[in-house]
């Protein structure tokens, strides 16, 4: 019985220890694409344009903005459309990770609407 209470109890602690980040920083990102996927035409740009980031320091920033940004669990919100933009962060050897985001600033992943409040006019403008 204490062998169960002890196993139960570190594989507890293993499970909270395990990473929450949306986007895991064990890759390094070099290039991060934002796809414009919006129907209509934007004021700065046009259905299926894509913006190309290779700025270390910004790639982290939107990174960290993502992870520590404050989630909802996805089946509890209900939008009347789908999200606007697709970011894809691309690291060595190809690697990637994507998701999805709206123009206000959330992001989605298949779980989590992620209250990021990433300013895309901003990035777009640079």
């Avoid at 390094?28 to 980031?53: D, L, T, Y």
């Avoid at 920033?61 to 894809?88: A, M």
């Amino acid at each position: 019985m204490k062998y169960r209470i002890l196993f139960l109890a570190l594989l507890f602690v293993l499970t909270a220890c395990r990473s929450t980040d949306i986007v895991e920083k064990k890759e390094e990102f070099i290039k991060m694409s934002i796809i414009n996927e919006m129907p209509q035409v934007n004021n700065n740009w046009v259905n299926g344009e894509s913006i190309i980031i290779t700025d270390k320091n910004t790639i982290t920033k939107i990174i960290d903005k993502i992870n520590k940004s404050p989630k909802t669990d996805l089946s509890k919100i209900v939008w009347e459309h789908g999200p606007d933009l697709r970011i894809v962060f691309v690291g060595n050897n190809n690697i990637y990770h994507e998701v999805k985001a709206f123009t206000s600033g959330t992001v989605v992943t298949d779980k989590y609407a992620i209250s990021a409040e990433i300013n895309f006019d901003e990035l777009i403008n640079d």
